[in-house]
């Protein structure tokens, strides 16, 4: 039973006091997957140690290469921060398929990744811009592949006390795609969805990067189809051979929000409709 929260303002803060608290103590950024799964499961916590304000999650920074974002960055944050519109067009473009207004006013990027769902927008869009994971235990920061991070549906790889503190995305030319199948426009709840990055140099595409979302049990990395994409002419040959490779990627299933058969043709059709807004 959860019966008290702490806060924090810096790492340095909370390294030095986190031994200290109660050892079922655990993380808590927005609030927006974490107490609504304290309502259904018994989540073995007794304390919540609030990062939502931890001055180092919530940066968004440029270097000559990359852009570090925070991982207590709030949703919404993405359409006002225009490092984030430039270089990082997916995450901009994710922000209106996202939840609503007031959970994309809490959620963050950090929950959105160790909440490991397979219809996470905001891990749709890192995977799509080639994102890598900081993490950080005790103060040692460590560099991971977000695959690395999500272990399963759900499930991560991460150490007790082991905090996301940002993500590291690199800088490359490229504009961005994001389409999601939700029954109402607002709400969020997906069916399927597919986020595409890519740079196109007359019909060719030269950098293509494509992920899927609830179409496996978690985001998918589609590799297979952004490998076929990459330096092809767009024919119509071409798109109808790379829907075929998308749905043999992907491994929908049948649940209380759609079935296998509709998650796997509409994936194949939002590849479509992905390359065509790129080509057009
Ligand atoms: C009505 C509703 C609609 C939603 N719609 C969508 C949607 O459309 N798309 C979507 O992707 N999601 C959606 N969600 C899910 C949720 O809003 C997101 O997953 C959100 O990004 C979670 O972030 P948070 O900060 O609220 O996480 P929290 O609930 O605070 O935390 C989630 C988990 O992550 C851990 N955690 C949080 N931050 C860190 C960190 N930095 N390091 C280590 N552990 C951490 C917590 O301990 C907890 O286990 C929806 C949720 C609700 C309630």
């Known amino acids: 039973m959860i019966n ?9 803060e909370l390294w030095k006091n986190i031994k200290k608290l109660s050892p079922k103590r655990r993380y808590i950024a927005g609030g927006s997957d974490i107490v609504i799964s304290h309502h259904y499961d018994d989540l073995n916590t007794d304390l919540l140690v609030d990062i ?14 990359s852009v570090f974002i925070g991982a207590a960055v709030k949703i919404s944050e993405f359409k006002k921060n225009n490092i984030i519109k430039r270089y990082i067009p997916a995450l901009y473009e994710c922000v209106d398929y996202y939840a609503s207004p007031s959970v994309r006013n809490i959620a963050t990027l950090g929950g959105n990744l160790v909440n490991s769902s397979p219809c ?6 890192l995977v799509a811009s080639g994102a890598r994971v900081v ?7 460590k560099l991971s592949d977000i695959f690395d991070v999500i272990i399963g549906p759900k499930k991560t ?8 503190e940002g ?12 389409l999601k199948m939700m029954p109402r426009k607002i709400f969020g709840i997906s069916k399927a969805g597919l986020c595409v990055c890519a740079n196109l140099k007359g019909n060719l595409f030269k950098d ?8 496996g049990p978690a985001v998918i990395d589609c590799k297979k189809t952004s490998r076929f994409l ?3 002419d767009i024919t119509n040959d071409i798109i109808n051979k790379a829907k075929d490779i998308i749905s043999c990627e992907i491994s929908p299933i049948d649940d209380h929000r759609s079935t296998a058969d509709y998650r796997r043709e509409i994936t194949a059709v939002f590849l479509q409709r992905a390359i065509e807004k790129f080509v057009v």
Do not use: C, M
Not at 120 to 125: E, H, I, P, R, S
């Open 4 to 12: 008290e929260a702490v806060k924090y303002y810096s790492l340095n």
């Open 135 to 141: 993490r950080n235990l005790y103060g040692k920061q």
């Open 230 to 232: 990459t330096d092809k």
């Open 167 to 178: 993500f590291i995305v690199p800088k490359w030319e490229h504009r961005a795609v994001f």
């Open 120 to 125: 996470a927008d905001g891990v749709l869009a």
């Open 52 to 65: 939502s304000d931890i001055k180092e999650l919530n940066i968004v920074k440029e270097t000559s290469d």
């Open 157 to 164: 790889s991460l150490k007790k006390d082991e905090l996301i």
């Open 208 to 215: 293509i990067r494509i992920s899927a979302s609830s179409v």
